[in-house]
C-alpha cells in the first residue's frame, strides 16, 4: 500500500496581464483546498503532459485562452481536503493571456481578483499558501 494513496499531477497558473496576476478563491463547498485564496490550478490527466494541462486548465477555470511565459517552479505539496488528504507533485508556469476575454467563474471557484504585487501580501488573502505567495512574488513581478 502507497503511503501517498491521493498522489497526483497537477499545475498551477500564474496569469499575469500588465502589472497584475489573477488570484481565484476556491469555492467553499470545494472538496480540496475549500474557501481558500489560489491560483487557477488543475490535475494533470493521465494523457496528458503538464504543458498542455496547463492550456486546458486555463480554459476549463477561467474561460481566458493562455501562452506559456516560462514554468517557475515544481514541488511537492500536501494539500487540506474535506476527504482524505492530497498530495500532489505540481507544476507553476507563468502565462499570459492571449486574448482580451473577461475570465469567467466557473462551480469551482467562488470570486476571482485581479492583484498588484503590493496587494498578494495582504490580509484578505492570508490563505494563499506561503509557498505560492513566494513563487509569485519571485517570478510575477
Known sequence: MSDYPNYRVSVELIIKNNDKILLAKRADDADVAPGQWCVPAGKVKYDEIPIVAALREAKEET???????????????????????????????????????????????????????????HECFSSLSPNLRDIIMKNAF
Open 63 to 121: 474561460g481566458l485562452d493562455i501562452a506559456i511565459i516560462s514554468e517557475v517552479s515544481c514541488r511537492t505539496s500536501k494539500i487540506k481536503s474535506k476527504g482524505e488528504d492530497a498530495y500532489r507533485l505540481i507544476y507553476t508556469y507563468l502565462v499570459k493571456p492571449t486574448t482580451d476575454d473577461k475570465e469567467q467563474i466557473n462551480e469551482e471557484h467562488s470570486e476571482f481578483a485581479w492583484v498588484r504585487k503590493d496587494e498578494v501580501a
